[in-house]
């Protein structure tokens, strides 16, 4: 399994000038991915609560700064040869699609095709509000940007007429570095979600979960595959784990040893909200990939 970790991007760790440092030293211990998450803003009256928080303690604290991912990626991407870079997730609903599809691509030749676009709708209505896109259209807006994404990474001559946004037939002169484009996958933890995951992606950017809920979610995604005449054993599964204070590193390596078990292609570990300083995240988790590899 490949085992990855999340840059410094929010909270204590949104240290714009520790960006490289951090990429290149987790590709040096051995680290196989580095990763990125997206938050548009913290409210202070949140219109729903963060998965997981109660009423007095309705969102994480750490989330009120936030640097943006696909700047903190092109840093690592400029620090780094090896590791691949991941978006766990972009809320695909907040962008315009032709802008998104530019920056995708700009960052996947920066990279040299090493961007693996992990894609979410997220859950918080608020930050819909704020960037002018519709809750509660988020599935059909997601899809809609799939068809974009697609046919800009294909097409020399792309135009789409959908229910959301209008692109006049252009020419596409800039090309991602395969011919499909990066690897997408797509988040959520709905049936409906991961039968997205099957229908349309490379695979899924979950979360840790329990064992018979994270299996009858991707049951539903490799049935899905199957009814789309897609090869469900070509779907990968990115996991997510994000350890609370406290946390050491048998504890954490032992639920990543879990989600190894399971047949996971890979799993990061988010410590932002375990730690405070970004060297201190480098650090246990380093003990955490000497644990999981002997």
Avoid at 167 to 174: K, W
Avoid at 211 to 230: F, K, Q, S
Avoid at 257 to 286: H, I, M, S
Wanted: glycine residues 12%; hydrophobic residues 40%.
């Amino acid at each position: 399994m490949e085992i990855g970790i999340a840059l410094p991007q929010y909270g204590t760790h949104a240290r714009a000038d520790r960006i490289a440092g951090f990429a290149r030293d987790a590709e040096e211990a051995g680290f196989d991915s580095l990763w990125v998450g997206d938050r548009a803003l913290a409210p202070v009256a949140p219109s729903d609560l963060y998965p997981g928080h109660t009423p007095d303690n309705p969102y994480p604290h750490q989330y009120r700064t936030f640097l943006d991912p696909l700047t903190v990626l092109t840093v690592a991407a400029t620090a780094t040869d090896r590791a691949r870079l991941g978006t766990s997730t972009l809320n695909g609903p907040w962008y315009p699609p032709v802008l998104l599809a530019r920056s995708l691509t700009s960052l996947d030749l920066v990279s040299g095709g090493r961007l693996d676009v992990g894609l979410g709708i997220g859950w918080l209505r608020d930050e819909y509000t704020a960037v002018g896109a519709d809750f509660h259209r988020r599935g059909a807006l997601l899809d809609e940007l799939l068809d974009v994404l697609h046919g800009t990474w294909t097409e020399e001559e792309f135009a789409h007429e959908g229910p959301h946004w209008t692109i006049p037939a252009s020419y596409v002169g800039l090309r991602p570095t395969r011919p499909a484009g990066p690897p997408v996958h797509l988040g959520g933890f709905s049936p409906a979600a991961l039968r997205r995951v099957g229908r349309r992606a490379a695979g899924w950017v979950g979360a840790v979960l329990p064992p018979a809920v994270a299996g009858h979610l991707w049951d539903e995604a490799r049935r899905a595959a199957e009814e789309a005449g897609r090869d469900p054993d070509a779907l990968r599964r990115q996991i997510r784990h994000n350890p609370a204070p406290g946390a050491t590193a048998d504890t954490v390596a032992a639920v990543l040893a879990g989600v190894r078990d399971t047949g996971a292609d890979g799993c990061f570990v988010d410590l932002q909200q375990c730690v405070d300083e970004p060297g201190e995240a480098l650090e246990l988790g380093v003990k955490i990939l000497s644990l999981l590899r002997g």
